[in-house]
């Protein structure tokens, strides 16, 4: 069964500066999707970054980026110039891809992000 | 279109009683998910449709939740004798079949309160 772990519960990062969440999965498959999704209290998840795990290069949108390491099966989310609106629930997600019909998806349990003015 | 809509968005309830959640998806995505979320966690997975079949129950979906989705478009989860572990935030999220993102949308979500 494919699982995904973020050994980090909380995290804090001072404004302006650059924090990185971490998380690892298990999967005997080849053709998935990795997602970080942002939740903010009380508010609906929106998608931040996506990775497809054929394409070897790294994704990054504007200030976040990730560090995708197919063979150790991590995927950690870095966020540069952190921003007060960054302060959320951050959830790594794994969804297989099955020749282009997807499962459902697997959460995290989520680490959340505190940003110090 | 606006996204993911659900409805109510917090829902206080005493225990046995019986409620019902509904979800409205992005008009053109063929699959409707629903996940339960408990504080702190993460979402689980509870079942998910493609257009009006429900393809896949979660272990965590007891004999008393039952879900629709009777016209392929909108859907219901109803959760009947409610106990005081069924509180917990419920949401709904809409894909397409075949997605070139794998993106999956989610709606606010339903929060239950069993008292």
């Known amino acids: 069964a494919q699982t995904v772990t973020q050994s980090q519960p909380e995290m804090s990062v001072q404004e302006a500066e650059t924090v990185t969440l971490s998380c690892t999965y298990d999967t005997s498959e080849s053709d998935y999707y990795l997602f970080w999704y942002k939740q903010p209290p009380s508010r609906q998840m929106i998608l931040v970054i996506r990775q497809e795990a054929y394409k070897q290069q790294n994704a990054t949108e504007n200030r976040f980026s990730v560090n995708f390491q197919k063979a150790a099966k991590s995927f950690s989310l870095k966020i540069s110039d952190s921003q007060l609106g960054d302060a959320a629930m951050y959830f790594c997600a794994y969804r297989i891809n099955y020749g282009g019909s997807q499962g459902n998806l697997i959460f995290g349990k989520g680490t959340k992000l505190s940003v110090k003015p | 279109d606006t996204g993911v809509s659900q409805d109510p968005r917090h829902k206080i309830t005493k225990r046995g009683q019986n409620v019902t959640f509904r979800c409205d998806p992005i008009?053109?995505?063929?699959?409707l998910y629903w996940y339960r979320q408990t504080l702190g966690q993460g979402p689980e997975f509870l079942t998910y449709?493609?257009?009006?079949?429900?393809?896949?129950k979660s272990r965590l979906l007891s004999d008393r939740f039952s879900a629709e989705r009777p016209k392929g478009s909108f859907s219901t989860l109803e959760i009947q004798r409610t106990e005081q572990g069924d509180s917990a935030m419920y949401l709904c999220a809409s894909s397409l079949l075949h997605s070139n993102t794998g993106e999956l949308f989610f709606g606010e979500g339903s929060r239950l309160t069993v008292l």
């Open positions: 449709f493609q257009n009006e079949a429900q393809l896949e």
């Open positions: 008009s053109e995505h063929n699959r």
